[in-house]
């Protein structure tokens, strides 16, 4: 039933470079999309390396380098997929970045680049996106959030804090975009084993303490989301509008 | 159309609606499926009927998903049958609508026993067959209407409610079998048990929708296969809603 | 080698001083002339790992080059071994060594046995990353524009930091700031790895 969903269709994924935008885009590619492009900020070598794989399953590819906290890059963006593509039927909003600091150590221009970066993101991202949608009859928006949108976790409050954005918006563009033909979801992601995650200091004792508690007993990986979004750009997921769709094995239900 | 190639589910209260569309599309992406029903014979026949004309393997059984011995021979027919069981869909479930005030003991335990007795007895009965085979996955039908209350149905929301709760616990306890508990959460589906209740006021609880149109049972049934698949595997203890957006 | 031989034909080291401290006051948004070319950009600037990462983006697309990412510390570490530079989150003497070496426009009192490796981000300036703009600016120059494929004269592209042929549109990208960064660290440090090599 989900076999090839994706034909004739154009998907652009933020952070699709590596890690769990990775695994999306490749997961996206095997439905034999017409075309994929991939946002990332710096890291050019996985962009192509990410770009290559992609092309491998058939799927023509390109990669952009933008800042997806700036509103005139964000622009730029959505225009080269117009130019280059002519349409946009799937976004999948995913670049996150954000500084680990306690609440009272966030000064102005973090909290104000976090949210840019992921909550304002998610909406300015929504808004060039269902602009192009429209012009096709419409599309899927699934933005990629995580448990820190609804709980506590060391240094996570302004990521978790512009996560509940992103899962509260969600749920005002399912309504207010739905006459466009645009379905908007999200995927709340527990803790997914990237090399990201790996770069943390103490990340040996987390994941065990993890692991522990989870009752699938593992840790989640980038492909795990992927299948999630998967469905929600599939015509399966019609039904379901404005959800965020938690995927982290058990983690949070005896949190 | 080969998600689930080779499973063995069991779908209850699959006569009609939205358990009747969980097992043709169950049958679509290639798993064999007991029909349970309760008293439509005919229509459970109907059911099967057409998964052996797209060539697929069903056969229907009767049993009353609240009697302990009946759900015994329901899930004892499935693996003998089939040989396992992979996936549980506890659907079967009535509705009693009346203002509490005026509620009956019967009308309320009804509904209470035909959802959460129900499920517990299926759930129970099929879980030694999952634990041997360290794999399973059981999919409970719940209710837009467990979060968002309405009147006259108090029974049906308290039931759901506790479907809810029942599906988080089980997926903790039972992860570490092997196996997946999760809800869906319907919206207002049309069906002939909804039809029946819902006749009035239409155009107002459309204009609450924002894909203006009604769900039908087909939509509940792709996420349900969705959440019975190997794409969802990270997934256990959710509640899926499956709403066209009613309730945000 | 001299700093006036390193200079790019085309820009002078002002020039490239001033876009620097340019992009640097536009992502701490402060005036040009609050921005001290010695100054530790995190304690007297105010600047956040979040900045940093900005300040390396917009360098990026101001000189098109490929600015080093974080991993230098990573393959210095698997170069040189688990603790041989951080231990307990202290900068070894050795991990020192190779600061003085690598950044020698950080003052050496600041590189002092006690350093904590998570503050050896705080030790970043202005010049630091004229410096390392100076030296990815020289190793573009000296990069071969001919067009591996049909030898035609390649152009630089719009945003990302590759050259694209006209001719016959093969793209090759720039050697990545890590990579040249790296390769520096290797050649400044090779008398301190053999050293390392001899059993203690």
Redesign the interface.
Same mark, same amino acid.
């Given at each position: 039933?989900?076999?090839r969903t994706l034909r004739q269709q154009v998907v652009l994924i933020t952070g699709g470079s590596r890690g769990i935008g990775r695994a999306i885009a490749l997961r996206l590619a095997y439905e034999q999309p017409a075309h994929m492009v991939i946002g990332y900020s710096m890291n050019h070598q996985a962009a192509r390396r990410t770009v290559n794989e992609i092309q491998a399953l058939g799927v023509p590819a390109f990669a952009i380098s933008t800042d997806v906290g700036k509103s005139e890059l964000m622009r730029d963006l959505f225009d080269q997929v117009r130019q280059r593509c002519g349409r946009l039927d799937i976004l999948i909003s995913n670049a996150a970045r954000t500084t680990f600091r306690p609440s009272m150590e966030l000064d102005d221009r973090s909290w104000q680049r976090v949210m840019d970066m992921n909550a304002r993101a998610f909406l300015l991202g929504s808004q060039l996106a269902a602009e192009l949608m429209r012009e096709h009859g419409g599309g899927r928006i699934v933005g990629i959030s995580s448990l820190g949108s609804r709980y506590v976790a060391p240094g996570y409050a302004a990521l978790g804090a512009a996560k509940a954005v992103m899962e509260t918006m969600a749920?005002y563009l399912?309504?207010e975009l739905?006459?466009w033909g645009i379905n908007v979801n999200v995927v709340c992601g527990g803790f997914i084993d990237t090399d990201s995650m790996r770069l943390a200091p103490d990340y040996k004792q987390l994941t065990e303490y993890i692991v522990n508690r989870? =009752?699938?007993?593992r840790l989640?990986?980038p492909e795990?989301?992927a299948?999630?979004v998967?469905?929600l750009c599939s =015509?399966?997921?019609?039904?379901?509008?404005?959800?965020t769709?938690?995927?982290?094995?058990?983690f949070?239900?005896?949190l | 159309?080969d998600?689930l190639t080779n499973r063995v589910a069991i779908v209850t209260g699959a006569s009609r609606g939205i358990g009747a569309a969980i097992a043709l599309?169950f049958a679509?992406?290639g798993a064999a499926v007991v029909v349970n029903y309760l008293s439509r014979k005919e229509d459970a026949e109907t059911v099967v009927a057409e998964i052996q004309r797209q060539g697929g393997r069903a056969i229907a059984f009767q049993a009353d998903v609240t009697d302990e011995s009946a759900v015994r021979r329901l899930v004892r027919t499935a693996a003998q049958q089939f040989a396992r069981i992979d996936i549980l869909i506890a659907n079967a479930g009535i509705v009693r609508d009346q203002l509490i005030a005026a509620m009956t003991l019967e009308q309320w335990e009804t509904v209470i026993q035909s959802h959460l007795r129900g499920a517990f007895l299926c759930i129970r009965e099929v879980l030694p067959t999952m634990m041997a085979q360290k794999s399973g996955n059981i999919i409970a039908l719940s209710s837009i209407a467990a979060d968002h209350a309405g009147r006259g149905h108090a029974n049906y929301v308290a039931a759901k409610g506790g479907i809810n709760a029942l599906t988080?616990s089980l997926?903790?306890e039972l992860? =570490?079998k092997g196996i997946?508990v999760n809800a869906v959460s319907p919206?207002v589906i049309l069906t002939d048990m909804t039809k029946r209740v819902r006749n009035l006021a239409n155009d107002e609880i459309l204009a609450q929708i =924002?894909?203006?149109r009604f769900?039908e049972p087909r939509?509940?049934a792709?996420?349900v296969?969705?959440l019975a698949s190997?794409?969802?595997?990270?997934?256990?203890?959710?509640v899926?809603?499956?709403?066209?957006?009613f309730g945000? | 080698m001299t700093l006036e031989m390193q200079k790019p034909e085309t820009m002078s080291q002002q020039d490239i001083e001033q876009k620097v401290r340019a992009v640097i006051s536009k992502a701490l948004e402060l005036e040009p002339d609050e921005v001290s070319p010695t100054a530790s950009l995190a304690d007297e600037m105010g600047a956040q790992s979040l900045d940093l990462l900005d300040i390396a983006f917009m360098l990026e697309r101001e000189f098109k080059i490929s600015f080093p990412r974080t991993d230098i510390m990573e393959r210095a570490t698997a170069r040189f071994g688990e603790d041989a530079l951080v231990n307990r989150g202290l900068v070894t003497d050795l991990g020192l060594e190779l600061l003085r070496r690598t950044m020698p426009e950080v003052d050496r009192e600041r590189l002092k046995p006690g350093l904590r490796a998570i503050d050896v981000t705080r030790l970043l300036s202005v010049q630091t990353f004229v410096r390392i703009v100076m030296r990815l600016l020289e190793a573009k120059q000296a990069f071969p524009r001919q067009c591996p494929n049909c030898g035609s004269l390649m152009e630089e592209s719009e945003v990302t930091p590759e050259f694209t042929c006209p001719q016959c549109g093969t793209i090759v990208p720039l050697p990545s700031g890590d990579d040249i960064l790296f390769e520096d660290l290797i050649a400044l440090t090779a008398d301190v790895q053999l050293q390392t090599e001899q059993p203690a």
């Open positions: 039933m989900t076999e749920r399912a309504v739905a006459p989870t =009752p699938i007993h989640g990986k795990d989301l299948g999630v998967a469905f =015509p399966d997921s019609d039904w379901i509008r404005g959800q769709l938690v995927a982290d094995g058990g949070s239900l005896s | 159309m998600r599309a679509a992406e988080r997926a903790v992860a =570490p997946r919206g =924002p894909l203006r769900g939509d509940v792709r996420a296969c969705f190997d794409e969802a595997s990270y997934i256990t203890g959710e899926l809603h499956v709403t066209g957006g945000l | -």
